[in-house]
């Protein structure tokens, strides 16, 4: 393993998510949204004209049962999913959660995908699976190289495996654009692999072209 970045999980690409709402099955839309105060405000108010306290531009999309998905632009790089629906039941919490967490799982497979698509623009073989806890990438000719992605919450770990040289760096590079705020954080640990010069034939071809 050549390096393990740690950091913290955030919604922060307008066209990943447009993508991770397809991934779902759903069809995304831009739009307005408004925050009230209460449920009362929200149909009362709005009635009369009221905008709310805040207005956010969001991508939208309608799950199954009346749930409704907001990924609000609170500012540049950074956006926050709201989930409700008009109705209200005991299970809603639960239901919401689930939803979060699909959603979630399909953005990071969009950074996944970019990822790959790099890789395989150098003419280097790839493949992906999904794991227990995130995704990972193999790769070269023999798909002896990896990149394993888990996720718990909002905390997102990264290794970078049989990986010799600061290439390790760029294979991420996508990775921590697509699921980090540029304020983020990383925690990262070196491994001896990183200081070592590499000499395979796929790593100069990556070093090269990524």
């Not at 990822?115 to 493949?127: D, H, L, N, Q, Y």
Request: glycine share 6%.
């Amino acid at each position: 393993m050549s390096h393990c970045t740690k950091f913290e999980f955030s919604y922060v690409n307008e066209e990943a998510i447009a993508k991770a709402f397809g991934k779902m099955g759903i069809s995304p839309e831009t739009d307005m949204v408004c925050f009230y105060p209460s449920g009362f405000g929200k149909k009362i108010l709005s009635r009369v004209g009221y905008m709310g306290s805040q207005q956010f531009r969001a991508v939208c999309g309608r799950a199954a049962d009346g749930f409704n998905l907001f990924v609000c632009q609170i500012e540049e790089n950074s956006y926050r999913l709201v989930i409700e629906r008009d109705t209200v039941s005991d299970s809603d919490e639960a239901i919401k959660a689930d939803l979060a967490l699909s959603f979630q799982k399909a953005y990071i497979s969009v950074a996944i995908d970019e990822t790959m698509k790099r890789i395989e623009a150098s003419g280097v073989p790839a493949r992906t699976k999904e794991t227990l806890q995130g995704f990972e990438i193999e790769f070269g000719s023999q798909y002896e190289y990896s990149i394993h992605l888990t996720f718990t919450g909002d905390e997102i770990m990264e290794e970078v495996r049989g990986v010799k040289g600061d290439i390790c760096t760029k294979l991420t590079e996508e990775l921590e654009a697509l699921l980090s705020s540029p304020t983020a954080e990383l925690v990262t640990e070196w491994k001896p692999e990183y200081t070592v010069v590499h000499e395979e034939q796929t790593l100069q071809i990556l070093s090269a072209n990524l």
